[in-house]
């Protein structure tokens, strides 16, 4: 996937890479409308995007992505 392929960067303090992976995201079920929550609130995400620790701090996309995780989890240690 390339920046040719998608809709815009909506923000210019994002990084191309972190753009193509929320549109990457996009596709999953739980994550549809995750490019429209991060073009509608810029502030929160980039006050999010800037912290030293992002990923140690709650969003709401760490809360879903857990949920994710421990969903697929739970799905592949029943079946086996």
Known sequence: ?????????????????????????SNLPRFDKIQTQVTK??????AWFDKVSPLQQISPVARLAVFVGRTAFRTLSDSG
């Open 1 to 25: 996937m390339d920046l040719n392929a998608v809709a815009p960067k909506p923000h210019a303090w994002m990084t191309d890479v972190t753009w193509l992976n929320l549109v990457e995201l």
């Open 41 to 46: 609130n810029d502030r929160f995400w980039k």
